[in-house]
């Protein structure tokens, strides 16, 4: 199998690191070779984050060069835009429909975004908007597991069966956090039935 490339970027806060480290525990527990890294930037003061996650039979290297990446998936639109050079041409953008203030803007220093979602539409040849802060809060009822429910649209792009995220998801959430388990379930299941439908 070639050597699969996700890119999922966001800003700090928002789970970007747990989804990353699901998909590569996924695709480990199918079988291939797994391989990611992460930049963190001023992650805890709401900076950007990325992480990277390459998978197939055979993986020599965690970074994703420019323009090759399969699948970028975003947690905030302005870093969808941001980080649009990564993807392939051919590849698919999977974007959360929200956008997060910088503290750039909100402090003055910057000016606001002008027609953020026309930027989106025109970044991305493939795109899949996912409002996964709406299921999050009014169908799972928990806002923290947003990142689960974009987890779950991911899957839908990712050649694993359902119960192997599942897996992982019981493998990563063990000891104290294991009573998270069955509400970051129901918003991976909704995150998966809302980028298929």
């Excluded at 069966?161 to 299941?189: C, D, I, S, Y």
């Amino acid at each position: 199998m070639k050597t699969v490339n996700v890119s999922l970027v966001g800003v700090g806060g928002q789970g970007i690191i747990l989804t990353a480290d699901i998909l590569a525990k996924t695709a480990a527990i199918a079988g291939y070779e797994v391989k990611k890294s992460e930049i963190h930037g001023m992650s805890q003061r709401g900076g950007s984050v990325s992480s990277q996650v390459r998978f197939g039979s055979s993986v020599a290297s965690p970074i994703i060069q420019e323009g090759t990446a399969d699948i970028l998936v975003s947690f905030d639109k302005l870093e969808a835009v941001r980080s649009s050079g990564v993807l392939a041409k051919t590849g698919t953008a999977l974007v959360n429909d929200l956008y997060l203030t910088p503290v750039t803007v909100s402090s003055g220093q910057q000016p606001d975004v002008v027609d953020l979602d026309g930027k989106v539409k025109k970044c991305f040849k493939k795109l899949i908007l996912v409002d996964a802060m709406k299921i999050a809060t009014e169908e799972v009822g928990n806002a923290r597991t947003m990142n689960m429910v974009l987890a779950g649209a991911l899957s839908a792009h990712c050649p694993f069966k359902e119960e192997l995220w599942l897996q992982a998801m019981a493998e990563m959430l063990t000891g104290p956090k294991a009573k998270l388990l069955e509400v970051n379930k129901k918003a991976f299941l909704l995150g998966r039935a809302a980028a298929q439908a």
